[in-house]
């Protein structure tokens, strides 16, 4: 049998503030159409400098949690030396550095292998663009 690649992109508006937002259900509706009981990976990937993709819990505080140590590691202040848009704005440059911008998840019988708790999210502290894209490819 042999591999097939697909690939799409979401456009998300992720709107002014930080955000951690949950993705699983695009990537399983994607797997749905794409992946039809085969095995694979699918590799969600954020081609921006100021997001990332986490794998989290999300609706029990977590999403916040995250949010809350990224201000506490990143602080929005003029210490970053990266100065355009808005104040502070150089961490979200660094933010990949911590949350990259893509996750490789396997696929088993056409469906995303996650815990029970594991959600793919979109996280973007960039207040300055609203407007992001995901990139979902599945090779299986």
């Known amino acids: 049998m042999s591999a097939a690649f697909t690939t799409r992109v979401l456009d998300v508006a992720t709107g002014s503030r930080e955000r951690v937002m949950d993705l699983t259900r695009d990537c399983e509706a994607f797997l749905r159409e794409v992946a039809t009981g085969r095995d694979g990976l699918l590799n969600i990937f954020v081609p921006h400098a100021t997001a990332g993709v986490a794998i ?5 505080g977590s999403d916040d949690d995250l949010l809350a140590a990224l201000r506490t590691l990143l602080p929005a202040d003029d210490r970053w030396r990266h100065r355009h848009g808005s104040p502070g ?16 998840l396997p696929v088993v ?11 793919v999210c979109l996280v973007d502290t960039n207040r ?9 490819s599945f090779l299986g």
Do not use: I
Request: aromatic share 4%.
């Open 89 to 104: 704005h150089g961490r979200d440059h660094v933010l990949p550095a911590f949350v990259p911008p893509h996750a490789t």
């Open 128 to 136: 300055d663009n609203p407007d992001r894209q995901v990139r979902l």
């Open 109 to 119: 019988g056409g469906r995303l292998e996650l815990g029970t708790w594991q959600s």
């Open 56 to 60: 989290l819990e999300t609706g029990a």
